[in-house]
């Protein structure tokens, strides 16, 4: 407790990476909750031991493979009703792992435990420039409260460039 400021937790994790189990980090970070604002993100500071392996040569040929599609890709229901996702899906995936993890900082509480569920349906962008653009329903798995909420996230993405959020919004539940 800090006082007049908020709650400081201090953690120690493994990052893992989802494409390789056998790869992973050490993981440090103090991650401070502001007494009285729940609009705030919390503050987070980290640190990592080491580096995952690299991702450019699948990160390249994704983003290859999206530049040279005759439509925009469109897809629903990642993973399906069995848990399965495709291997031509599982960067559009990963970009979906990379914009829940955003909303869930953005919207964290002490007393919320985020998890993405499911990708509802997503749907790539024309653009004139460089970078894919892609609409994301998401699904997100309150566990506190065992809610299923959804999120619409516009992710962009360039393998030099990142990943970037420009727009999230939580959507009015479907009945």
Same mark, same amino acid.
């Given at each position: %407790?800090? %006082?007049?400021?908020?709650?400081? +937790? ?6 893992? &990476?989802? @494409? %390789? ?9 103090? !991650?401070? +909750? ?11 500071? @980290? ?8 991702? &450019?040569?699948? &990160? ?73 653009? @892609?609409? +994301? ?6 566990? !506190? ?7 619409? !996230? ?22």
């Amino acid at each position: %407790d800090i %006082d007049d400021v908020g709650h400081k +937790y201090h953690l120690e994790f493994v990052l893992e &990476d989802i @494409f %390789d189990a056998d790869s992973t980090v050490n993981c440090t970070a103090e !991650v401070l +909750y502001h007494l009285g604002n729940k609009s705030s993100a919390p503050d987070v500071q @980290f640190t990592i031991e080491g580096e995952l392996k690299s991702t &450019d040569e699948a &990160d390249n040929t994704f983003y290859n493979r999206i530049k040279s599609l005759k439509t925009e890709l469109e897809a629903e229901n990642i993973p399906d009703s069995h848990g399965h996702v495709s291997p031509e899906m599982e960067p559009i995936r990963a970009l979906a792992w990379a914009a829940a993890g955003y909303v869930v900082w953005q919207n964290s509480t002490e007393t919320t435990k985020y998890q993405l569920a499911q990708i509802k349906r997503v749907k790539q962008v024309k653009r004139s420039d460089e970078y894919l653009e @892609f609409d +994301y329903m998401i699904l997100l798995h309150e566990s !506190v409260s065992q809610e299923i909420i959804p999120w619409q !996230v516009t992710v962009v993405w360039h393998p030099q460039h990142g990943v970037e959020v420009t727009q999230s919004s939580r959507q009015p539940k479907q009945a």
